[in-house]
């Protein structure tokens, strides 16, 4: 089980094969009311309360989960704490929500928009920590532009064979948001936006400034 603190409200959890208390469990029967699965969430709660110092008494839970292919469970857990003192009966409760990503794995090329360089930065530091990502695996062609105080990343000839495709798309949703690719913009990209990084983007940004 590994657990990175994003945000004082915010936490990620992977779970690997021996962290999850069953055989071929998804997020559906991860979010189950069995006695294993709150068992699980239980033991999570209190690693994150010790390791990281995610504290969640009087605070409703926002998760968002996703299942890779290469038999990742991943949650990101939000907190949110109570403003209004009708709800103190309340308090104890920990109210879960999923939230699932439609994401396109067959694209061949993709652009991720970032509002600013830090979001670019710990995307790349989160590749960084959580699996062997190797960039060039994924694709040879990924560029880093500015465009009206947006950071894009250009990512052309996906490898849709890669086996931590998935996991790379979702992890960047974590931090940016996927736009529609088209020529037009691409082309609006190459014409009158900055060149950041201009190949090896994700190498470059794990390299120098993560």
Do not use: W
Not at 4 to 21: H, Q
Request: with cysteine; net charge positive; aromatic share 14%.
């Amino acid at each position: 089980m590994k657990i990175e603190k994003l945000t004082e409200n915010k936490i990620r959890v992977i779970l690997n094969t021996e962290d999850i208390p069953e055989p071929n469990l998804d997020t559906y029967t991860m979010m189950s009311k069995s006695c294993k699965t709150e068992g699980l969430f239980f033991e999570i709660l209190q690693k994150a309360e010790k390791e990281v110092g995610f504290y969640t008494d009087g605070c409703k839970l926002l998760i968002e989960a996703f299942s890779s292919s290469e038999g990742f469970l991943v949650f990101t857990i939000t907190k949110y704490t109570y403003k209004d003192l009708q709800e103190e009966l309340d308090i104890c409760k920990k109210k879960v929500k999923v939230k699932r990503k439609n994401i396109n794995y067959s694209t061949k090329q993709s652009i991720y928009a970032f509002n600013n360089f830090d979001e670019f930065c710990s995307f790349c530091n989160s590749l960084k920590n959580n699996y062997e990502f190797n960039s060039k695996d994924l694709s040879k062609k990924i560029s880093l532009f500015l465009y009206n105080d947006i950071y894009y990343l250009l990512i052309k000839n996906i490898n849709t064979n890669y086996k931590y495709k998935k996991l790379f798309h979702s992890l960047a949703l974590e931090f940016g948001k996927q736009i529609f690719y088209s020529n037009s913009f691409e082309n609006k990209l190459l014409e009158h936006g900055n060149i950041i990084i201009k190949k090896n983007a994700i190498d470059t940004g794990i390299k120098y400034f993560v």
